[in-house]
């Protein structure tokens, strides 16, 4: 296991910790950047440059930012009067994730397939990955982009609502 | 390069899933709820990732673009999930789970 693996795990486990722990809902937003943004460091450890880049343009620049203003536009909603020790709801979940995490490392550490061994660094350029993506993989790209056209719409459309209708 | 073994991978993907898990289950802001959602969401990419650099032949591509296209489909979700609870937001005042249990506009 090496020290950066050790020191960006740890900085991404605390980061998420704090995302969903905070009070302050601004403190959120900003410690899931930094979630986010160590993730994006793990992709480029694992030699995925292409992804790691992806994840800080897309969730670093954009989610993230995302998130920052409907907690701004949503800021009169009561900023935290919930009260997580109350009531069995809160125990009943965080026992459901504990199992859950409890499943899924048992049956990671018994599992065969994890004991094969690192192969050689893949040297894949990003010429490659345009290729791959304009033959092999070129309708899942269009359906993409459909996607993505009809989410920008759809969601322009849900905040725009409220005032065509006054 | 990183001599890490992959178990390694899977164990902090699955703490970061139930993290994420458990966000989405206990917390009744619905904004920390969708980060829950998000933070799951990673926690499979980085999965996808690790299994495709462990793979005994990564110049398939195929995780990789798995990962790329999961990116954007939970950009777009992102996008679409907020907006509802910002127009929600405007209907009801409120951004809690308990204030949204009608389906009445």
């Known amino acids: 296991m090496s020290a950066v693996f050790i020191f960006l795990a740890g900085l991404l486990l605390a980061s998420s910790l704090a995302a969903v722990m905070f009070r302050r809902l601004v403190y959120t937003a900003l410690s899931l950047a930094v979630a986010f943004a160590s993730l994006a460091a793990l992709y480029l450890h694992l030699g995925a440059e292409f992804a790691g880049f992806a994840q800080v343009m897309v969730y670093v620049g954009a989610v993230a930012i995302l998130i920052v203003f409907a907690l701004l536009l949503t800021r009169n909603a009561g900023s935290d009067p919930e009260h997580p020790g109350h009531g069995g709801s809160w125990i009943t979940g965080a026992a459901i994730a504990v199992l859950v995490f409890g499943c899924l490392a048992f049956n990671i550490v018994t599992s065969s397939a994890c004991a094969r061994p690192m192969p050689n660094p893949p040297s894949i350029t990003t010429r490659q990955i345009g290729e791959s993506l304009m033959t092999r993989y070129v309708l899942p790209l269009e359906v993409l982009g459909l996607l993505l056209t009809a989410a920008a719409l759809g969601a322009a459309t849900l905040a725009l609502e409220d005032k065509r209708k006054s | ?105």
């Open chain 2, 1 to 105: 390069m990183s001599g890490t073994p992959l178990v390694y991978y899977l164990l902090l993907a699955a703490l970061l899933f139930s993290i994420g898990l458990g966000a989405a289950l206990t917390r009744r802001n619905a904004i920390l709820v969708l980060i829950g959602i998000e933070l799951m969401l990673n926690a499979a990419n980085l999965n996808f990732i690790a299994f495709w650099r462990y793979s005994p032949n990564p110049e398939a591509l195929s995780g990789f673009m798995f990962v790329l296209f999961s990116i954007a489909v939970a950009a777009a979700e992102a996008a679409v999930g907020l907006a509802l609870i910002v127009s929600i937001y405007r209907h009801r005042r409120t951004t809690r789970l308990e204030g949204m249990s009608s389906l009445k506009g």
